[in-house]
């Protein structure tokens, strides 16, 4: 089963990505290689993150597949710095006009 997840980390920051080959629970993403500068040494010892599979496929094709995951950044704004970790495709303030978050991202949402 392929399926594009969301990972919400303790800070409530997101991840969106994709897993074509229904590894679920052995994979959980690739977010920018700073993100640990986001958490304490303390609040590292110990991490809680949570998966949601947002969209599930068996015969989606890989490059479909790979454009449902950039339609998903771009619904929840995760390659927004100040909402997500997603890299790819970059982000662009004009769009988030139209995100689900409208770039209002707050702790507490």
Not at 19 to 32: A, H, N
Not at 38 to 45: G, P
Not at 78 to 102: E, H, L, Q, W
């Amino acid at each position: 089963m392929k399926v594009i997840y969301k990972i919400t980390y303790p800070n409530k920051k997101i991840y969106i990505g994709k897993d074509e080959k229904g590894v679920i629970l052995r994979y959980i993403g690739s977010p920018e290689t700073d993100i640990d500068k986001d958490f304490t040494w303390e609040e590292l010892q110990k991490v809680t993150l949570t998966k949601e599979i947002l969209f599930s496929d068996e015969d989606i094709s890989d490059s479909e597949l790979q454009r449902k995951e950039y339609e998903y950044i771009k619904k929840f704004c995760s390659n927004n710095r100040a909402i997500g970790y997603n890299m790819v495709p970059k982000f662009d303030p004009k769009a988030c006009a139209t995100c689900d978050k409208k770039c209002a991202f707050s702790a507490s949402s």
